[in-house]
């Protein structure tokens, strides 16, 4: 087993999940995307390495990832849910023209958000997260 997959495993472990060949294979796909895939994308690359594997399977498997804080979904203005496969605090660049969706690590905007909620929190609500969506247009040529 190569280190990329045994990182996986211990991922899917540490979340509190039984370790399955499905699991794995679809955090692999996942993370190998990095553009924020749909289940039905991630269906589609699967069946070249795993054809008896199922739209339901996926389906089912990326939202126990998710509950368990795995992977995170990423709702977006279009109605399709996808996912992300980085769960470490960050935003989302969203390209309105090629309806992509980049990461984006800024600490100095998190401390400037955590710091203006600190000061003006919104009252009766507790918040558990900061993440923005970003959305706009590159401007230059931009490749993941």
Do not use: W
């Amino acid at each position: 087993m190569d280190v990329h997959k045994h990182i996986l495993r211990d991922k899917i472990s540490t979340g509190g999940l039984k370790v399955t060949p499905q699991r794995v294979a679809i955090l692999e796909t996942l993370v190998q995307m990095k553009n924020h895939p749909t289940a039905d994308n991630i269906y589609s690359k699967l069946q070249k390495q795993q054809p008896n594997i199922s739209l339901g399977t996926v389906y089912k498997t990326l939202e126990t990832l998710a509950t368990h804080g795995i992977i995170n979904k990423v709702n977006t203005d279009t109605g399709l849910l996808r996912y992300d496969a980085i769960t470490e605090n960050h935003h989302h660049l969203i390209c309105i023209d090629k309806q992509d969706i980049s990461d984006y690590f800024d600490q100095d905007l998190d401390r400037l958000l955590t710091e203006y909620f600190t000061h003006h929190p919104i009252p009766g609500f507790t918040i558990k997260n900061l993440k923005l969506h970003i959305i706009g247009s590159f401007t230059i040529n931009h490749n993941h």
